[in-house]
């Protein structure tokens, strides 16, 4: 079995290794060089672990930057909907979350480096199939809708299908609504008055 020294100067087993450790490596590679110059021997060296070691846990790098994306927007989704506010919700606070969620996520420096670097990594994702993340939000969405329509300020209907309206309408604010705003890093006037447009949308489409 491939060993390592860790910092107390004993012997691990390399699958020991934290997945966070190489995490972030590719999130520092994937900012300095862009996913598709991005190779497994690049993160190898960059997390200081060999590749065996990262071709036991993920087969490409695309993998690996599925895993990255995977944890960034579900650490960004759980800041947007936190868990001690989930059991009692107002319609006012699942607008402010969404917008939130969708602001967060269109100006991190993850998904700007993949929109302007590797935009079909986000294609299957978009017309293929539901990733890990779309599921997450889905999932922190149906739960405060349904708390929202308990207090009576999201009216009833499936709430199964009102998430996924909300999320898919959230999505071309978040992907979509910089290139119509003419803001190619997702920031300033233009896209500020765009999430004014949502909150208002999404307010009274929730509204009973």
């Not at 450790?21 to 060296?45: F, N, V």
Request: net charge negative; glycine share 6%.
């Amino acid at each position: 079995m491939s060993q390592r020294i860790n910092n107390t100067g004993e012997l691990r087993a390399a699958n020991a290794i934290p997945e966070e450790q190489i995490l972030d490596a590719a999130h520092r590679l994937l900012l300095t060089i862009g996913p598709q110059r991005m190779t497994m021997a690049d993160l190898a060296r960059q997390a200081g672990v060999s590749r065996a070691t990262l071709y036991r846990r993920w087969g490409s790098v695309r993998e690996v930057l599925a895993t990255l994306t995977i944890r960034a927007w579900t650490e960004l989704a759980e800041q947007a909907f936190p868990a001690e506010a989930r059991a009692e919700v107002t319609r006012a606070q699942i607008v402010d979350g969404v917008v939130t969620l969708a602001r967060s996520i269109r100006t991190h420096p993850l998904l700007r480096t993949i929109v302007e670097t590797d935009p079909e990594f986000l294609t299957p994702y978009l017309l293929n199939r539901r990733g890990t993340n779309t599921d997450h939000q889905l999932a922190l969405l149906e739960l405060a809708l349904a708390a929202g329509m308990a207090d009576g300020s999201v009216r009833r209907e499936d709430p199964t299908v009102l998430a996924q309206a909300v999320l898919l309408t959230t999505w071309s604010f978040t992907l979509t609504g910089p290139v119509l705003a003419g803001a190619a890093d997702g920031t300033g006037p233009a896209v500020d008055r765009l999430d004014d447009e949502l909150r208002h949308l999404l307010d009274r489409y929730l509204a009973p």
